[in-house]
């Protein structure tokens, strides 16, 4: 299998019988086949989850097969795909990304984007109702930094129902008719929107000065600002979220940008399910500009949300924005925490913790503890292997 071959589509990559095999027996693991038999399907696949669960525990080979396999289930009216090919798209770009195939990583994300720059009203799309949504405090066991996050958490819906009638047939752009597939169709939202997040934080990254001059920044971010004026709160923070990933990827000095972040880390006073992606990517900019203490601050919490909405690419990519921070600023005592995440994530986010112990290694090399670095070093090394 070469992955360079994917050419922005997932499904093109030939899955092997193994790989399949793993994705279908964590889909019945996951118990999301028992709807087979019910009037009603969830969007993305079960396959996507199935999916993301081998990419965090570090098997990126095998869950681009899978993540493929729930790109090829997508909703299509025609050839026409929806923003439920969002999240594959997004994800087999992040398993390039690990991978270090760039090039192939971007074409994912641009990809995924371009979709939703096709389907710019999708969330109008969905029966949504205003009304109080339920919130809740964090898991006690999410200690590490033995610091709570202040204030409440939102919970969001996690599937949405389709607000089309779902015995109305559909037409195609040419014209045909394309009867619906099932009675219910439910939308994971969130997962959308987070996968978007990630999206524009990776394209960023790799973009760098040219994300400007890319044809696609200027609809995103028009796309974006024209959606925050929603009448529900979650989800007006949610594009405010993205505009300001957007402004500051095509200008990181943007104060329109900043603001937005700024606005999003909260809803009404609650964190929300992208806060932890809002703070990071405060403390990215607090971090270029020396600010160590204080990026840390909103490490930590972007951390400990991250790891309460189990949001692996968050969690693995703020652990390494952690140690960075805490070896530039001298914050040595960031070791123990790292080390104590390491042992809760062993089982949860296999990557995370290799990232984490890796990252307590690099803390303590400038410390008179060069032993505990070394047997830091040898188990993101065996966590890497494993």
């Not at 439920?84 to 690990?98: A, N, R």
């Not at 964090?138 to 009638?165: C, M, T, Y």
């Not at 490490?299 to 309460?308: D, E, W």
Request: aromatic share 6%; net charge neutral; proline share 5%.
């Amino acid at each position: 299998m070469r992955l360079s071959n994917l050419n922005g589509d997932p499904s093109n990559t030939m899955c092997s019988p193994i790989g399949r095999l793993v994705v279908v027996l964590l889909a019945l693991q996951l118990g999301v086949e028992k709807a087979l038999g019910q009037a009603f399907s969830e969007l993305p696949r079960p396959q996507y989850y199935a999916a993301r669960e081998l990419h965090s525990a570090g098997a990126q080979l095998t869950a681009l097969e899978g993540f493929g396999v729930a790109y090829g289930l997508a909703r299509r009216v025609g050839n026409v795909r929806w923003v439920d090919s969002i999240p594959p798209l997004v994800m087999s770009g992040e398993c390039l990304y690990q991978q270090g195939q760039i090039s192939e990583a971007l074409s994912q994300y641009d990809a995924a984007l371009a979709l939703l720059v096709q389907n710019p009203a999708w969330i109008d799309q969905l029966d949504l109702v205003v009304d109080e949504v339920e919130d809740f405090e964090l898991n006690k066991g999410l200690n590490w930094f033995n610091k709570r996050v202040p204030g409440r958490i939102l919970r969001v819906p996690e599937a949405i129902q389709l607000a089309a009638d779902p015995l109305a047939a559909q037409a195609t752009p040419g014209g045909a008719v394309v009867a619906p597939v099932s009675l219910v169709t439910r939308l994971d939202a969130a997962e959308v929107f987070y996968t978007i997040a990630i999206a524009l934080s990776r394209r960023a990254e790799l973009l760098g000065p040219l994300t400007p001059h890319n044809p696609l920044t200027a609809p995103l971010i028009e796309v974006f600002d024209s959606r925050r004026g929603h009448p529900i709160p979650w989800v007006a923070q949610s594009w405010t979220l993205l505009s300001g990933l957007a402004r500051l990827g095509a200008d990181p000095n943007s104060a329109a940008g900043v603001n937005a972040l700024r606005e999003s880390v909260q809803v009404g006073g609650s964190y929300h399910y992208l806060s932890s992606v809002a703070l990071e990517a405060l403390a990215g900019r607090d971090a270029k500009q020396g600010k160590y203490q204080q990026a840390i601050e909103n490490l930590q919490t972007a951390h400990l949300l991250a790891a309460q909405f189990q949001q692996h690419v968050t969690l693995n990519s703020t652990t390494k924005l952690l140690y960075q921070c805490g070896a530039a600023g001298g914050q040595a005592a960031l070791a123990d925490a790292l080390e104590a995440f390491a042992t809760w994530s062993r089982k949860s986010s296999p990557m995370a913790r290799a990232t984490a112990m890796a990252g307590a290694a690099r803390i303590l090399a400038g410390t008179p503890a060069q032993e505990r670095a070394r047997k830091a070093a040898a188990a993101a090394s065996s966590a890497l292997i494993a």
